[in-house]
């Protein structure tokens, strides 16, 4: 939560920034000074301003800017931010001229040297607002309650960290102290707030010292890690006034994951408007149609978010009864695990392996982005029968995150991958990694792919 506000906040550092670098080409001062021509309008520079916003922190984001500790050396701050500016500034540079905009050159390198400033300002000011905090609070006394086994690394990190201003006056075992025992000791060391540790440890008792605080006005830290999970991140929520735990092993839905959905919606209305326009679409419809008898496409019933069946799109490659004739090869299969893939399928029509080859099948499924049932980036959705063969539970988790066009495995050499086992665990890699910013490089990265022809088998 605290990297996604601020990355909102560098979102609208970057903004003001650009802002300003054109308002200064463009005033008086300048064009009298420096005896420079006028520069065009704003509105017409507009659609990159907007895109410019939530680009510049994701690129910040690839610099591990964000990854770093708030009070952390100034140099690592330095050149993380120095790095990401010149990169968004050079991004800028280059999207101008290709998009033939004449737009005086001052423009993009004044936007990188005042959002640099501005940015690292705005570091600079939370640095000493933290370090102000700190140094100006006292030392905040608690008392550690829980098993010996279950304080030992909280004590062991809390004594690391003195800048948090939590000081552990004591400790106590609460298997071995009774409630009466334990108000004595909040009385005699005079705390402030009580750290309760319960992961091995009866509730009913935790809920007798978080009463005892209740009645005694003293805080009472609930350590929330019941629960050893090894890829999931926990946080707290409110359910119709209730607070739960949420144990989630999935991207976080937060503004990135609203930017995803608008980008999805957006890019495939644009691409389906584009192909259609052109005309490529019809095309290869017209294609598919003439050099083969049957339908021009091919309907599937396939797995999406959570497991949930829904009807997949595609420009048909092979014969009308492949589905029925496909038992007949299962000796032939090249994949090790529930799926089925082969290079030679006699099933597919001529024209279907160039289709395959440069994976134009696949653009059908920019309908199934559209009504909300893929994303442009994500696992490849299964067949629903094949789903049903997965042996390993852990393997479901690639249904967590919407089904998508491409994803890891489709720009990762997937020719070369025989075992569905490395498949997932690209899958899994993405999902654990996402990031709008990934998102955008997968993109990148499948246009040679697809162009160079390692379409599907």
Same mark, same amino acid.
């Given at each position: ?13 970057? =903004? +003001?920034? %650009? ?66 500016? %010149? ?7 280059? =999207?101008?001229?290709?998009?033939? $905009? ?23 000011? $939370? ?22 086994? &279950?304080?030992?690394?909280?004590? /062991? &990190?809390?004594?690391?960290?003195? &800048?948090?201003?939590? &000081? ?10 009774? $409630? ?31 009463? =005892?605080?209740?009645? *005694?006005?003293? *805080?009472?830290?609930?350590? /929330? ?10 946080? $707290? ?14 991207p976080e839905t937060s503004w990135q994951g609203m ?71 299962? /000796? ?34 920019l309908l199934n982005v559209l009504m909300g049932e893929?994303?442009? +980036? ?17 393997h479901r988790r690639r249904l967590s995150v919407k ?25 899994? *890699? ?18 040679? /792919? ?8």
């Amino acid at each position: 939560m605290r990297m996604q506000f601020h990355q909102l906040m560098d979102a609208c550092i970057f =903004a +003001v920034s %650009f802002w300003l670098a054109y308002e200064f080409r463009a005033s008086t001062f300048f064009l009298e000074t420096f005896n420079r021509p006028n520069i065009p309008p704003f509105e017409t520079i507009f659609w990159y301003y907007v895109i410019l916003i939530p680009i510049s922190p994701l690129i910040l984001e690839a610099q591990g800017f964000y990854d770093r500790p708030l009070i952390s050396p100034r140099r690592h701050t330095f050149w993380a931010l120095l790095k990401g500016c %010149f990169f968004i500034s050079i991004g800028l540079t280059l =999207a101008l001229f290709f998009a033939k $905009l004449i737009i005086a050159r001052s423009v993009p390198i004044w936007f990188g040297v005042v959002s640099f400033l501005l940015v690292y300002f705005k570091e600079e000011l $939370l640095v000493l607002a933290v370090k102000r905090k700190v140094g100006q609070s006292p030392s905040r006394r608690f008392l550690l309650v829980g098993t010996p086994g &279950e304080t030992g690394d909280l004590r /062991a &990190e809390i004594r690391a960290r003195p &800048e948090s201003g939590v &000081e552990i006056i004591a400790e106590l075992d609460l298997n071995h102290t009774n $409630l009466d025992q334990f108000v004595v000791r909040l009385h005699e060391h005079s705390v402030n707030g009580v750290i309760l540790s319960t992961r091995h440890t009866h509730f009913d008792r935790a809920e007798a010292v978080v009463k =005892a605080c209740e009645i *005694e006005g003293v *805080e009472a830290w609930l350590v /929330a890690d019941f629960f050893k999970t090894e890829i999931s991140r926990t946080r $707290l929520d409110d359910f119709y006034g209730r607070p739960v735990l949420v144990f989630r092993s999935t991207p976080e839905t937060s503004w990135q994951g609203m930017v995803k959905q608008g980008v999805d919606l957006i890019g495939a209305f644009l691409l389906l408007l584009v192909l259609t326009v052109f005309p490529v679409l019809p095309l290869i419809a017209l294609l598919v149609k003439l050099t083969s008898p049957g339908p021009v496409f091919f309907r599937q019933s396939r797995s999406g978010l959570n497991g949930s069946p829904f009807t997949i799109y595609k420009f048909r490659t092979m014969v009308t009864n492949a589905e029925q004739i496909k038992h007949e090869l299962e /000796a032939m299969n090249e994949m090790r695990g529930p799926v089925f893939k082969v290079t030679k399928d006699p099933r597919i029509t001529p024209i279907g392996k160039w289709l395959r080859k440069f994976s134009v099948d696949e653009l059908p499924q920019l309908l199934n982005v559209l009504m909300g049932e893929m994303s442009l +980036v994500g696992p490849r959705p299964l067949p629903v029968d094949e789903i049903r063969r997965i042996s390993d539970l852990a393997h479901r988790r690639r249904l967590s995150v919407k089904p998508g066009l491409t994803c890891l495995w489709q720009v990762s050499g997937r020719n070369q991958i025989l075992d569905f086992k490395d498949w997932v665990r690209l899958d899994l *890699e993405y999902i654990d990694n996402w990031s709008l910013w990934l998102d955008f490089k997968i993109l990148l990265r499948t246009i040679p /792919a697809v162009f160079g022809g390692t379409g599907a088998k």
